[in-house]
């Protein structure tokens, strides 16, 4: 079966990876990869393919980007905390920040390409609301996989990349917000020679972002006690504990981190379905005016409606498992916390990266972190200004602008043009 094999957590099913996000059975429950390496071996190989035994591809891609841990002192001072660690994700060469999208989507669409084009030669579709669709842009020539991305209209600016055009990249904007983005994505996906990329269902995003996980334990020489991340869908915190479960398994002492996770007010599905202790999101409760909500809140990249809650080896159990918790964050905190990290941390961050610290200031307000604990605080983009400074951005431009009055059919003539069904 190769270096792994994919597990639903239902059923406990294993079978062979062929690219599939879903149980074969029915089952709504989350893939998980088993790896047969059961300890982490670290390979000489540059950024985060030095994880490659825990990765679900047996080849790396030609970058060197991963995700940079470090010991703080000037937030760490900021805040109170004797043993603050900080995971960053972005472009930030002066400390070793090789990122160049600045997002940690990096990572999820390194191992998504790695697993994808070892499997078929079909073409990827997927929905972003910016920092995914960014990271597959700037990949898909490494890894000479096509990608198309649908992309909400008022998010096009974010699809840049640092040099030139790539290739084999199709970039589709679409009218609406980030739910529509993924209709379409879904529609297209089901044209012939494609084939969905699959979101948080798709192990390589879980996997790829558990790089980040291993390389801080690396850098700690244990786990955390606690883990901050804000979220939209929760791959990143799912990929956490993932990858924490596969070094306890292997023989890491200590335990799982505790899960801290955070919403941006007003749109916090999530948030308001954990505190009232529910394990399914009820959009009438959770998310009245999700259109209304997406546009008042500061870290729109984290609109998700229908993130991965309530499956099993979803964001719900998870957070039961490591007795974590969630935070909704408001507008002003988000930009105060941005205002603070830059000044103690001398860097630029994303506005869903300052969800984040938002959140560990409520912790630790609350009496939810001690002092001397370990805390490891996911910075999940940042840098931009630095890669104004080195390189001139190229905004992508969209094939087409998709609406409520256009057909599939329109969209199957673009891909035929670019050379679908597949070569």
Request: glycine fraction near 10%; aromatic fraction near 6%.
């Amino acid at each position: 079966m190769g270096s792994h094999s994919l597990l639903c957590l239902e059923c406990d099913l294993r079978m062979e990876d062929r690219l599939q996000n879903r149980c074969p059975r029915g089952h709504d429950a989350l893939l998980r990869s088993e790896y047969h390496e059961r300890n982490l071996r670290v390979r000489d190989l540059p950024g985060m393919w030095k994880f490659m035994e825990w990765l679900p591809c047996s080849s790396p891609l030609p970058t060197e980007g991963e995700a940079l841990t470090y010991r703080s002192e000037g937030l760490a001072r900021e805040v109170g905390l004797r043993n603050l660690y900080i995971s960053f994700s972005g472009y930030w060469p002066e400390r070793g920040g090789k990122l160049l999208s600045c997002s940690f989507k990096e990572l999820e669409a390194s191992s998504v390409l790695g697993r994808t084009r070892e499997r078929t030669d079909k073409v990827l579709v997927l929905a972003s609301a910016g920092n995914t669709a960014r990271a597959f842009a700037l990949l898909s020539d490494k890894a000479s996989a096509r990608v198309v991305a649908v992309v909400p209209r008022p998010y096009l600016s974010r699809i840049w990349v640092p040099e030139e055009k790539p290739s084999n990249f199709l970039l589709l904007g679409v009218e609406g917000g980030y739910q529509e983005a993924i209709q379409w994505a879904e529609r297209i996906s089901g044209l012939e020679g494609t084939v969905a990329e699959g979101g948080a269902r798709n192990v390589g995003r879980r996997d790829g972002i558990g790089t980040l996980l291993l390389g801080a334990a690396l850098q700690m020489g244990r786990l955390p006690h606690h883990y901050f991340q804000a979220v939209g869908s929760g791959v990143g915190a799912l990929a956490v504990l993932e990858a924490s479960l596969r070094l306890l398994a292997g023989g890491l002492g200590g335990r799982l981190p505790r899960l801290h996770l955070s919403q941006n007010l007003p749109f916090a599905p999530m948030f308001h379905a954990w505190r009232e202790g529910r394990k399914r999101i009820v959009p009438e409760l959770d998310l009245p005016s999700p259109e209304r909500a997406e546009r008042e809140m500061y870290a729109n990249i984290l609109s998700n409606r229908s993130p991965p809650y309530s499956p099993r080896g979803g964001v719900y159990e998870a957070l039961q498992e490591s007795g974590g918790r969630m935070y909704g964050v408001s507008n002003r905190e988000a930009l105060e916390a941005e205002k603070l990290v830059r000044e103690a941390e001398g860097i630029d961050v994303d506005p869903a990266a300052s969800v984040a610290v938002a959140s560990l200031l409520q912790a630790i307000e609350g009496g939810e972190v001690r002092e001397e604990e370990v805390v490891l605080l996911n910075l999940s983009g940042g840098g931009y200004e630095r890669v104004r400074e080195d390189f001139s951005p190229l905004t992508l431009e969209p094939s087409m602008v998709l609406g409520r009055d256009t057909s599939l059919e329109e969209v199957e003539e673009i891909l035929k043009g670019w050379g679908v069904p597949a070569r």
